[in-house]
């Protein structure tokens, strides 16, 4: 009969897989992934905080020697997302732009340089909106709807609810309210986002290369954008330099840089430079909190009840339940969150 030999791990040496070629140098991270004709990925965004698109003009872009493609939110009606009642983001705007910095076209050439030759040939006519810069002021009676299906500006209006807060407050020693404004955060991970796509025309397969914590949400966003069945693309996650939450969803550079390698029929790589990194990051948005908290005569926390109001449709719900299930022994607790949708202020 074999024995089973133990094993000690706790307080052993565990190396890490990806050690020693982070520590040498010898690591390849997404945007390190050149290979020869590979063509150059620039975007065009939006200077503008809110406005409904009249015309995007690629015209004298397409006329720079060196294009290979261009697409623009016309390109591709179909929709993304984290969640299933929360895919509504276009890869490229359509219609309508609704934060400063958010896409609105791209350009695929054979250099960094004349593709961003083409980008700034680039033109877009709008009718400028109103843009709001706090939830309160996007939540105003006579604010304008940013989002056609959202009345109001309400993105959603979640209940999350363990016990009767009620009750807590009776039985409480003591309550206190204050409201918090909590700044917005960005994550500053070392490596910037970055995507090489490379489509083979002659089978229609896709491959992308994507700086992603999230490679299975990319391949299905992947399909769902591109309209291509799930065998036909493969997604690769190489090195990641860090990331914090900020690659835990697809991002729209995937996207884009494959829309754009299938309209070039070839590879195409796409970095994000710092700036573009802070003005479209997805991290915890603004909120403004209200918190009313119980506790009884030997401080220990009774009831727990938060107002939330985040100035984004991102994810700030998993922060507040997880501040609710660390108080020590609650006898109730409840958040309350409001997603006011606004323009970027930035």
């Known amino acids: 009969m074999n024995e089973i030999a133990r094993i000690h791990n706790i307080g052993g040496y565990v190396p890490m897989v990806d050690g020693p070629e982070k520590v040498s140098g010898s ?21 503008y905080a809110h406005a409904e698109i009249l015309e995007v003009d690629t015209s004298e872009a397409a006329k720079v020697p060196g ?45 960094e340089v004349t593709a961003e030759k083409a980008v700034r040939l680039i033109k877009m006519k709008v009718r400028e909106l109103p843009a709001y810069f706090t939830a309160q002021a996007a939540l105003a009676p006579d604010a304008v709807q940013i989002h056609d299906k959202k009345p109001g500006n309400l993105e959603r209006d979640v209940l999350f609810e363990l ?16 409201t918090y404004n909590c700044a917005e955060v960005c994550q500053n991970q070392m490596e910037m986002h970055a995507a090489v796509a490379d489509y083979d025309a002659l089978r229609d397969r896709l491959t992308v290369h994507a700086s992603t914590q999230v490679p299975y949400y990319v391949h299905l966003m992947l399909s769902q954008i591109l309209d291509m069945e799930m065998s036909k693309i493969r997604v690769v996650k190489p090195f990641v330099g860090g990331g914090f939450g900020c690659r835990t969803e697809c991002l729209n550079v995937e996207l884009i840089a494959a829309l754009l390698a299938r309209r070039a029929g070839g590879a195409v790589r796409i970095m994000l430079n710092r700036e573009d990194t802070f003005i479209t990051h997805r991290g915890r948005p ?17 009831p727990f009840h938060v107002r939330g109001t985040p100035t984004y449709a991102s994810l700030p719900m998993p922060s507040s339940i997880a501040a609710i299930v660390r108080i020590t022994r609650p006898a109730a607790s409840s958040s309350s969150s409001v997603w006011a949708a606004r323009p970027s202020s930035q």
């Open 286 to 302: 603004e909120t403004d909190m209200v918190r009313q908290m119980g506790c009884s005569l030997y401080g220990e926390s009774t």
């Open 67 to 111: 294009v290979l493609a261009i697409v623009t939110g016309a390109d591709c009606a179909r929709t993304f997302g984290v969640l299933p009642i929360a895919r509504s983001e276009h890869p490229l705007a359509r219609d309508k732009v609704r934060y400063k910095g958010e896409p609105v076209a791209a350009v695929a050439a054979v250099d």
């Open 163 to 178: 016990g009767s807060v009620a009750d807590g407050f009776a039985e409480a020693a003591l309550v206190r309210e204050a």
């Open 27 to 47: 690591a390849k991270y997404t945007a390190d992934l050149i290979q020869p004709q590979m063509l150059a990925g620039r975007i065009y965004r939006s200077p």
